[in-house]
């Protein structure tokens, strides 16, 4: 069974581009969350979706940031325009169920902002 | 999403030392899960509890949620240079602890 995979890998723009991230969760997993991590820190929520519906997008840091995921399957989020700050690792993961349960994590991709 | 507090964030430990780290939160969790991220990957689930006062083994590794269902922690007993890597917890909602960075010496 494929994981959660994700792309690109690692990603590097100028500042004011656009930038579009790609998950494609466990195949059946309804949930699907992004999150963000910065400098070896914290692993910061940035939404959840179930099927193609968000559930939670209180993490997203603003309206520069667009996630979407159609026919709940694959999602997306777009960075656009992105800014400095928004350099780091975004991890996709999916899950079975909700609230509970493994969740299982892409590779993640690295965007850096110069 | 239910905020989990995690300390300490850094410890570094000779090989053959112990290590614990510990999560806590305000309210009452319905289950607490535990992840481990090395240098470099992802974060993999190691465990997810749910009854209050549960212990859980894997191997060196012990788990535990305090009765109130307020607190966690992950002990690992004669940490190995393979235990280097950030520890997580994440409780409802999917939110995660800030990490506990382990570092060991040989």
């Known amino acids: 069974e494929a994981g959660v995979t994700q792309f690109p890998s690692h990603s590097v723009i100028e500042k004011g581009q656009t930038v579009t991230l790609r998950c494609d969760p466990i195949?059946?997993?309804?949930?699907l969350y992004w999150y963000r991590r910065v400098m070896g820190k914290e692993i910061k929520f940035l939404l959840h979706?179930?099927?193609?519906?968000?559930?939670?997008e209180s993490g997203m840091p603003n309206n520069r940031f667009l996630a979407e995921r159609t026919g709940g399957t694959y999602s997306t989020l777009k960075v656009q325009p992105a800014e400095l700050e928004d350099s780091g690792v975004y991890f996709c993961?999916?899950?079975?169920?909700?609230?509970?349960?493994?969740?299982?994590f892409g590779e993640g991709s690295r965007l850096t902002v110069l | 999403g239910q905020q989990v507090m995690q300390i300490p964030q850094y410890q570094h430990v000779q090989e053959g030392e112990d290590f614990t780290t510990y999560c806590n939160s305000s309210?009452?969790?319905?289950?607490i899960q535990w992840y481990k991220q090395r240098p470099g990957g992802h974060p993999v689930f190691l465990i997810q509890?749910?009854?209050?006062?549960e212990v859980k083994k894997q191997k060196r590794l012990t788990f535990q949620f305090g009765e109130a269902k307020k607190n966690s922690s992950l002990h690992i007993t004669a940490t190995q240079t393979t235990d280097v890597g950030t520890y997580f917890c994440?409780?409802?909602?999917?939110?995660f602890g800030a990490g506990t960075r382990l570092t060991v010496k040989p």
């Open positions: 993961a999916s899950s079975q169920f909700w609230n509970t349960g493994e969740l299982f």
């Open positions: 195949s059946g997993h309804d949930n």
């Open positions: 979706f179930v099927k193609e519906s968000k559930q939670d």
């Open positions: 309210t009452t969790l319905s289950n």
């Open positions: 509890l749910v009854k209050s006062g």
């Open positions: 994440a409780g409802p909602g999917m939110r």
